[in-house]
Structures are given as C-alpha cells and as structure tokens.
C-alpha cells in the first residue's frame, strides 16, 4: 500500500513539475486570476452590492471553470498518447489505477494553486466589512470540488484521442451540459412540458444546483456526494477508455 | 526467463501475431528479425505489459504477464519502438524519475542514475532539455532508462534505429555484454546486427515464426551454403561439373554441394582437382551462406517462387 502510493506521488510530482516548466501554467494562472478579478468586481458588481460576501465572486465559477478547467485537464492523456510516453509509462511497474490517480490530484492540485492565488479577494472583504469566513470556506470547497469534477470530465476526454484540442472541446461540451441541465432559464423552460419530478432529476445532475449550497455556506453531504461521484465515474470512465485503448 | 505459449493477437479480423511460442534463457540474446508489419514490436509489447493477448501467455521470471503485471514488471527494462521520452523534462529529470518509478532512492537512486549516464554515454547532456537532444541522443537516453534498476529481462525494440554508425557500434557492444547476464530480446531489420550481437535469432513473418537458430545454423538454410567459389588460371567448368552443380560467376566458378555434407568434403575434392589438373588456383572460398539471402527467400515465399 505504501509503495502504490508512493507511485502515485510519483507520477503526480513528475505531472505538476511539467506543469511549471512551461510557461502555460503561469499565462493560465495569470488569465485566471484577471477573469475572476474581472467578473467579480465589474461584472458582478461586489462593491456595488453593498454586502460583506464572496458572492460575486464564487457566482461566476461554474461557467470561468467550463473553459479553464478542460485547458489544464485536456493534455494529461492525449499528450501521453501523442508522444508515446503512455507505453513508458504503463510499462513501468504502475496499475492503470495509480497513474489516472496521480495524473488527476497533480492537476487538481495545480488548480488548487490557482484558487488559492485568489486569497486577495476574501482580504479585501474582511477589510471592508465584516463577512461570515465560514460561507466563504464552504465556497471555496465547492469550488474546488466543482473544479475537480469538471476535471475529471476533462481527463476522461483527453483519454479519448491524441487531439487535445477535441479533448478540449469534448470536455467543454459534457461540462457545459452539467451546467446547463440545471440552469434557470433552461429548467423553466422544460416545466413548461415536462413534469415537475422530470424537471428536478435533470436539474439534480446539474452541477449548478449542487454548487448552490457550498456558496451560501451550507455544506451538505448530498452535495458532496454528488461531486465525488462525478469525479468517481468520469476516472472510472477513463480507465475503462485507457484499457480498451491498449486492447486494440 | 521469458516464456512464451502460443501467442495470439488480432486487431479486428487481422491476425497480427499468430500463434508464437518460444523461450528465452538468461545469458541469452535473441534476435528478432521480420519485415515490416510483421508483428515483432505487437509481440514486445504483449511481453512487457502494454497490451493484453488475444490468445495465449507470457510469463516472465516466473510471474504471468496478464495475471501479476506488477511483478512481472519489475523484471523488466523495456525500450519501446521509436523511443518515447518526455520531451519537458531533461535528461537527469526524467532518469531520476524512472528511478523513482522503480522504487530506487537515495544512494541507490543516485548511483544507477550514475551507472546508465555512463553507459549510455549521456554526461554531456544531462542536464539538457529532452526536447533539445538529437535523435541519437534521445534514442539512448529512453535506452538508460530501461537499464535504470540493471533488469533482468531486457526488450529492446529496434535498439539501434536512428543511430550513426559508431552509435550503433557501440550499443551493439553494449547488447552483446548486457546479454551475458540478462535475457535480452531486441528486435531489428539490420541482420549484420544478429552476427554481431545474437546468440539466438527468430524470423517472423505475418505474426509466425519461419525460422528460429543460432545465426550459423540461419546461415546455413542459404542456398549457397556450402558451395565452393574457385578462380584461377586453367580452371575449367566440364571438369568441376564432375563434382556438383556447377555456376559461373564474374570470373569465377561455383560448385554446389547439392544435398552432400558441406563439412569441408567439397572443397577437398576441389583441392585433389586442381592438384590433378595443374590449375594455378588464386582464390577457393566454401561459401557460409548469407542471412540477407535467406531472410528474403523465407519471408517473401511469393515472390520467390516466381
């Protein structure tokens, strides 16, 4: 057990170094940092609203993650594949499980990264007024799970072909549909021929609906369960993706 | 150390790998000749891990490849066909990661990274980008990494592709002296390379075997093997043709041995004739039969019988 996580390590400092060797992470992140910086203060309006939140802030995650989130996820297979390395890699002594993991919680973390980096926001709130630190915490925590399910989706995708640009498209497009099954102007627009019971099961697959919570502070375990999953089965998915690939 | 049981591998219909079965034994090198297509780099690659078989097993040191990949694994130095690297990393980089990935540290970790940077000649570049390398380069950087935990089993698909002529000169060496205490399998289309590297040698074509030997005994399934080439003055055709078959090349007579034992019988017979005839001989060679001549004759059947 020891030695299965060790390779796991492994595998995901060699990911996150690769990441910082190329000046892609730092234009990301400095892209990031300025999109959010952009929607929460102009778009948003966070002083205008005249209230001591982040909730101009955290609003705008699930649609800034749909474009941003596949871009970090979309190499971390079809480069392999591209390259070659994948035969490196899984001819080495790994299990296909060990490296998706190690891939995956390099990426997460370097998102983490990222999210972190938007600490100056919840400093300007405090100084302004005095917010509830504990809605915020929450909301940093469904963002970051909402960060990894999109991301999960993006690793699936990218375990699909050698393209990453259609292991980008293909991410944005699965993520846009969680995101669009629960959104208002489209959920009102299904009552209007569907049922009621219909309407709430597609909306429960919405990431939306169960980010909701997280940032109005409300951490509840149906929610978590729900982003956990999706990060389970979209990585489910990408093994079974990876072995047939290898079966020819 | 490595066994293989009658190896199947289809893609859809096609049938890529058909059937193979052999072994290889520590102290061994075999090399693995076929065409293009043939199966060979299909077939490495069942043997470390990367794609399961169709039909069949292998099993390394031991441990089925399909049932204990990790253990069969661990055994294993493998370069994969082209020679893949991550083209991010530099050289020291990506060697200490493969020593992280087969469970080297500290000391040990250092002094294997130091032990493959030696022989595969990689100190000029270690601290260089992999991106920056040039083919050769590259090519025996993915080679050191396979030599990074000093393997037991070693698969080297077409370890001298891309290399100038010293390079492969001296990863040929390198073969040849890593092959006394491992079981190697390389693969290859360059057949000098089983003179000067194989105690063994398979050919493959369309994923069969069609001729498994040492490279004498694959030597000896030439045609002309055995046959003697005389020259000289005086020398004359309705005389040897008492002894074989006889065919004339460019100034100079070969007699076939035709079926009869070639252990040097021949070439006496030849000897007692230009004794007896007064020939002034300036050259009588017994022909060892030439690898590029049977590799042809048995991988393309169809060609050949026209």
Redesign the interface.
């Known amino acids: 057990m020891n030695?299965a996580w060790?390779?796991v390590r492994?595998?995901a400092r060699?990911e996150l170094?690769?990441y910082f060797?190329?000046p892609v992470a730092y234009v990301f992140l400095v892209i990031y940092l300025l999109l959010t910086g952009f929607f929460t203060f102009t778009v948003g309006g966070f002083f205008e609203r005249g209230e001591a939140s982040l909730a101009a802030f955290f609003v705008w995650h699930p649609w800034l993650y749909l474009v941003l989130v596949p871009a970090v996820g979309m190499r971390l297979w079809s480069e392999e594949r591209r390259?070659?390395?994948l035969?490196?890699l899984?001819?080495?002594?790994?299990?296909t499980w060990q490296a998706i993991l190690g891939k995956f919680l390099a990426s997460w973390a370097f998102l983490a990264i990222a999210l972190a980096l938007t600490f100056p926001v919840v400093i300007t709130v405090n100084v302004l007024g005095e917010p509830d630190n504990g809605v915020i915490a929450a909301g940093y925590l469904g963002s970051l799970l909402l960060a990894g399910a999109y991301l999960a989706i993006a690793c699936m995708t990218s375990a699909m072909t050698r393209n990453q640009v259609v292991a980008f498209i293909l991410a944005v497009v699965v993520c846009l549909f969680l995101i669009l099954c629960g959104f208002n102007p489209v959920t009102d627009l299904l009552t209007r021929w569907a049922s009621p019971a219909f309407v709430d099961t597609v909306a429960a697959f919405s990431v939306i609906t169960h980010f909701d919570g997280f940032q109005k502070g409300v951490i509840d375990t149906r929610d978590l369960f729900f982003f956990l999953s999706v990060i389970g089965f979209a990585l489910f998915a990408t093994s079974v993706i990876i072995r047939n690939h290898?079966?020819? | 150390m490595i066994r293989i049981e009658n190896l199947v591998k289809s893609f859809g219909p096609k049938r890529v790998v058909d059937g193979l079965t052999f072994n290889v034994e520590r102290g061994e090198v075999l090399g693995f000749l076929g065409p293009n297509g043939a199966g060979k780099s299909t077939t490495m690659r069942m043997i470390t891990g990367f794609i399961p078989p169709t039909e069949g097993r292998v099993t390394v040191g031991g441990y089925d490849v399909a049932e204990s990949p990790l253990e069969a694994k661990r055994l294993i130095g493998y370069l994969p066909e082209a020679a893949p690297a991550y083209p991010d990393m530099t050289v020291h980089g990506f060697l200490a990661f493969a020593a992280d990935m087969r469970g080297l540290s500290g000391d040990a970790k250092k002094r294997a990274i130091g032990r493959v940077v030696e022989l595969c000649f990689l100190a000029s570049v270690l601290h260089q980008g992999i991106d920056t390398l040039s083919k050769g380069y590259k090519h025996r950087t993915c080679l050191a990494q396979a030599l990074i935990h000093d393997p037991d089993v070693l698969v080297l698909d077409e370890p001298t592709d891309g290399l100038d002529p010293n390079q492969k000169h001296e990863v040929r060496n390198l073969i040849g002296e890593l092959g006394r205490t491992k079981a190697l399998v390389f693969s290859t289309h360059i057949l000098e390379e089983v003179d000067a590297a194989c105690t063994r040698a398979i050919i493959i074509d369309r994923g069969r075997i069609v001729a498994n030997g040492t490279p004498q005994e694959l030597r000896g399934m030439s045609l002309v093997a055995g046959a003697v080439t005389v020259s000289g003055q005086g020398v004359g055709a309705d005389k040897l043709a008492a002894l074989g078959r006889v065919e004339q090349l460019d100034g100079a007579w070969r007699v076939y041995p035709d079926g009869r034992d070639a252990s040097g019988e021949l070439v006496r017979a030849v000897v007692d004739l230009a004794a007896r005839e007064g020939w002034r001989l300036e050259a009588l060679r017994t022909e060892e039969g030439q690898l590029d001549e049977v590799f042809r004759r048995i991988t393309l059947p169809d060609t050949a019988e026209q």
């Open positions: 030695s060790k390779t492994t595998i060699r170094v690769s060797v190329s390259a070659g390395t035969e490196l899984l001819t080495m002594p790994v299990t290898r079966a020819g």
